[in-house]
């Protein structure tokens, strides 16, 4: 198990074009993906 951060673009499915790019932390033994919901209003 082990942690390290990546890059990854967040985008609006129904506007692609509001996008953004951020850093998460992942976390090699999680199960799921959990994205603060202020990026819910991108």
């Not at 990854?8 to 976390?27: F, H, K, Q």
Request: hydrophobic share 40%; no cysteine; net charge positive.
């Amino acid at each position: 198990m082990g942690v390290f951060s990546v890059k990854a673009r967040i985008w609006n499915v129904r506007e692609p074009a509001r996008s953004t790019t951020v850093d998460l932390l992942v976390d090699t033994g999680s199960t799921y993906t959990v994205i603060p919901a202020g990026y819910s209003r991108i």
